[in-house]
């Protein structure tokens, strides 16, 4: 048999053997030393090694064994318990940015659309060249009063920002060094033609063909009048 030191076990399995030690100490006539043994066993107060059965000490290993696995598993539940918390808030704060950038793409696309309609109700309200009776001249109110009807009224103040730099609203104006002509001072001016063959002398088809450049060179007439304003040309 081997030796375990198990400290509760030890003193009962003591206690068991020494008592029974005594009964036969009595018997045979060795009453004095049987009983010096126990006092020895009862002064060392639990933790003389006794002789423990092979069948009792697996039983006390496994017990053992169990403990350390079920501090074990609760130290591993505990620690995927932690793991499991952090991937839950790392999961939220995910959720989160997502769902604010969502919201402000949708907010931005819901922008983008009231402005397009906003222009194309501006447009749609807009005259065009042909609207206008051609006449022999035109004073600079008038061909203010035509551009007004033709562009749209938030774009106006831009467009006539430009038109006051390149012309001063004359839409006979010529470049004598580059050629430039007309109320925008088309270089050269013969391209108006694509708004009307009538661009030298209708400045309606002038301002059709300048409102069609600033919108598609630049977006619009203060897209083109943001540029001007940086370089001094559009």
């Known amino acids: 048999m081997s030796r375990i030191s198990v400290r509760g076990f030890a003193v009962a399995s003591a206690t068991a053997v020494t008592t029974v030690g005594a009964v036969v100490g009595v018997a045979s ?13 009862a002064a060392d107060g639990g ?23 079920d501090a074990q598993a609760a130290a591993a ?14 999961q939220a704060a995910a959720d989160a940015v997502a769902k604010k950038e969502a919201a402000e793409k949708a907010e931005a696309e819901k922008k ?3 402005r397009e309609a ?9 005259r065009d060249a042909g609207d206008f009776a051609q006449q022999s001249s035109y004073s600079v109110a008038e061909v203010q009063a035509m551009a ?3 562009v749209p009224a938030d774009q106006f103040q831009c467009f006539s920002n430009i038109v006051d730099h ?16 007309g109320l925008m001072q088309a270089l050269p001016g013969s ?35 943001n540029f001007w304003q940086a370089n001094n040309w559009y």
């Open 29 to 41: 006539g060795s009453t004095q030393e049987t009983s010096n043994d126990f006092e020895a066993t």
């Open 47 to 69: 933790t003389l090694l006794a002789d423990i059965p092979a069948g009792q000490q697996v039983e006390v290993q496994t017990a053992s064994l169990t403990q350390q696995a």
């Open 77 to 90: 539940d505990v620690v995927a318990q932690k793991s499991a918390e952090e991937e839950a808030r790392k």
């Open 112 to 114: 983008a659309k009231e």
């Open 118 to 126: 906003k222009l194309a109700a501006s447009r749609s309200a807009t």
């Open 148 to 150: 007004r009807q033709m």
């Open 166 to 181: 390149e012309s001063s609203w004359n839409y006979k104006a010529t470049n004598p060094s580059s050629g430039a002509y």
């Open 191 to 225: 391209k108006m033609v694509s708004a009307g063959a009538d661009w030298q002398t209708n400045p309606a088809t002038q301002i059709k063909w300048g409102l069609n450049y600033m919108d598609s060179r630049y977006g619009s007439p203060c897209g083109a009048w």
